[in-house]
C-alpha cells in the first residue's frame, strides 16, 4: 500500500514563504516520480511540480519561486513555496506514478494524498 501524506500547508500573506512536505511510503522516493499538484475552488487539478528519475518540471507559474526536493533517507519531499501570490491559494497534494518518468498530466499519477490546505491572503 502506497501512504502519501502531506503537511505544511496554512495561512501566509502575499509575498511570504511556506514548504510543504509529503511522508510517502516504501520506496517512493527511490524508484518513482513524486508529484505536487493544486486545485483550487471551482477549478480543476493542476500540475505544480515533479521530481524523478528523468529530472525536475515545474509549471511556469511557479517557476523561480517555487522549489522542488526530497530527502530519501528520511521518505520524504518538500516544495518550498516563496513570494506567494493570492493565486496560489488551493488544495495541494503530493502524488506518485508507477513510473520513473517525470511527468505534469494529472492522470499519469496514481496514488494521492489527502492534500494539505494553502491560503494566501493579499
Known amino acids: 500500500q502506497v501512504l502519501l501524506v502531506e503537511s505544511g500547508g496554512g495561512l501566509a500573506q502575499a509575498g511570504e514563504s511556506l514548504r510543504l512536505s509529503c511522508l510517502a511510503s516504501g520506496d517512493s522516493l527511490r524508484n518513482y516520480v513524486l508529484g505536487w499538484f493544486r486545485q483550487a475552488p471551482g477549478k480543476e487539478r493542476e500540475f505544480v511540480s515533479a521530481?524523478?528519475?528523468?529530472?525536475?518540471m515545474y509549471a511556469d507559474f511557479v517557476k523561480g519561486r517555487f522549489a522542488v526536493s526530497k530527502d530519501v533517507a528520511k521518505n520524504m519531499m518538500y516544495l518550498q513555496m516563496n513570494n506567494l501570490k493570492p493565486e496560489d491559494t488551493g488544495v495541494y497534494y503530493c502524488a506518485r506514478r508507477h513510473y520513473s518518468r517525470t511527468t505534469n498530466q494529472v492522470g499519469d499519477y496514481n496514488y494521492w494524498g489527502q492534500g494539505t490546505q494553502v491560503t494566501v491572503s493579499s
Open positions: 521530481i524523478g528519475g528523468s529530472g525536475i
